[in-house]
């Protein structure tokens, strides 16, 4: 990005993210918020005429340096450094080197044991399996065990989202098949060589026992607005993401029946966006579960991301909140039956569009919260109070 800077009273949007469904409601959110704010498309250079400026564009669109130079007139939508967050091997990283100092945080029973696993190429694979000595042993367990006892693993790319290149298995001929060609399972990819365009990998135990609505595994996405350096806010409003299929916890091929992520899904004759994207305070008007339960589950929620934030905010290199910033992030959920929540991964730029056009009304609340507390304190130079009750938002954590 290179933007030639000329002192003016109008304040300005620069506006440049490419996805059509993100950015009208982006738009339209500060036409509404911020009537008076001018607003621009993001083009590689432009000649800017401002005195303070938001750009709301692509991770790799923004100039760092330049917004860490005007701190007084410039925000953006992004931190710079926030892998400690977003990438899975860092992450849990961060979440191992927290708890061995905070052994009673709730993150201790709320994130699924993880271990790293990196891959070159295949000829090293065996090296690789190596350093997961313990889903080996596992898995060659597992071999002595009946189809419904089998322990499960969730292999992921350690940055990544939209279920991509996520497999499941439990035993290691299934692992060994992702990654040598012989991958059998639906959501196989046509070029295997892909693979290794990847190397950095988490390996999950799976949770096998997830909670279930009409017989469907769900899994619950929430919005965090993190600003400044730092406040962190949940949005309240969280949707409940669904399987197209039934649960069957024994058949890993049908991969529609495990992962609930939409993008999966919509190229499915069966797909209807109503059945597979709910609001997750909708769900008590089912039998299986209650308004109660419902609230015990947001309240967990809260205490997760509470210690989340907690065990990077001092890891200057993996996570550095920004003064002149803001991002909203996608942390993922899952409801064991017994009501346990546990943390899956989080996201930065989350997927919006797969909220829909029918609960877009959530994307559109979410946005215009961002405004007021993120971006309208920064055209007006006033502080915004940080515990609004009547906001969609509550406070979870402040440095």
């Known amino acids: 990005m290179s933007i030639e800077l000329i002192e003016s009273s109008k304040a300005i949007a620069i506006i440049g993210i490419q996805d059509e469904y993100t950015r009208n409601i982006i738009i339209k959110s500060l036409e509404k ?10 083009t590689e250079s432009s000649s800017i005429a401002s005195s303070k400026i938001l750009f709301w564009l692509e991770y790799e669109d923004i100039d760092f340096n330049q917004i860490l130079q005007n701190k007084q007139t410039q925000l953006t939508n992004s931190y710079c450094i926030r892998k400690g967050l977003i990438r899975k091997a860092n992450f849990n990283f961060n979440i ?5 100092k905070n052994q009673n945080s709730i993150l201790k029973k709320s994130i699924p044991e993880t271990w790293y696993f990196e891959v070159i190429h295949k000829d090293y694979l065996d090296e690789a399996l190596e350093e997961i000595f313990e889903v080996v ?5 597992n071999d002595e065990r009946i189809e419904e006892k089998k322990v499960k693993f969730i292999l992921k790319p350690s940055l990544g989202n939209k279920g991509a290149e996520i497999k499941i298995f439990y035993n290691i001929e299934q692992l060994r098949n992702v990654f040598e060609g012989n991958n059998t399972l639906e959501n196989s990819d046509e070029d295997d060589e892909s693979m290794f365009h990847i190397r950095e990998w988490v390996i999950q135990r799976y949770i096998s026992n997830p909670f279930l609505i009409q017989n469907r595994k769900f899994h619950i996405r929430s919005y965090i607005l993190a600003i400044s350096n730092l406040r962190v806010y949940l949005y309240k409003d969280m949707l409940a993401l669904f399987a197209l299929n039934s649960y069957s916890p024994t058949d890993i091929n049908n991969t529609l029946s495990h992962l609930t992520n939409t993008c999966l899904q919509v190229k499915e004759n069966s797909f209807k966006e109503s059945n597979q994207v709910k609001l997750f305070w909708d769900l008590s008007s089912s039998e299986e579960i209650s308004k109660n339960d419902l609230e015990i589950i947001f309240n967990h929620i809260k205490l997760i991301l509470k210690d989340c934030f907690n065990s990077v905010i001092n890891e200057v290199t993996q996570f550095m909140p920004l003064e002149n910033a803001f991002e909203i992030f996608g942390f993922d959920f899952l409801v064991d039956q017994h009501k346990n929540v546990y943390l899956l991964e989080a996201n930065s730029f989350p997927d919006f569009k797969q909220t829909g056009d029918h ?16 971006i309208t304190p920064f055209f007006e130079d006033d502080e915004i109070s940080c515990d609004n009750e009547d906001s969609n938002f509550c406070l979870i954590f402040k440095k």
Do not use: M, W
Not at 96 to 100: C, D, H, P, V
Not at 137 to 141: N, S
């Open 33 to 42: 918020i911020l009537p008076d704010l001018q607003i621009l498309e993001f």
């Open 96 to 100: 191992r080197k927290y708890l061995s």
């Open 137 to 141: 042993q596992e898995c060659k367990e």
């Open 359 to 374: 609960l877009s009304h959530v994307i559109s609340n979410l946005f215009e919260g961002t405004i007021k507390l993120a």
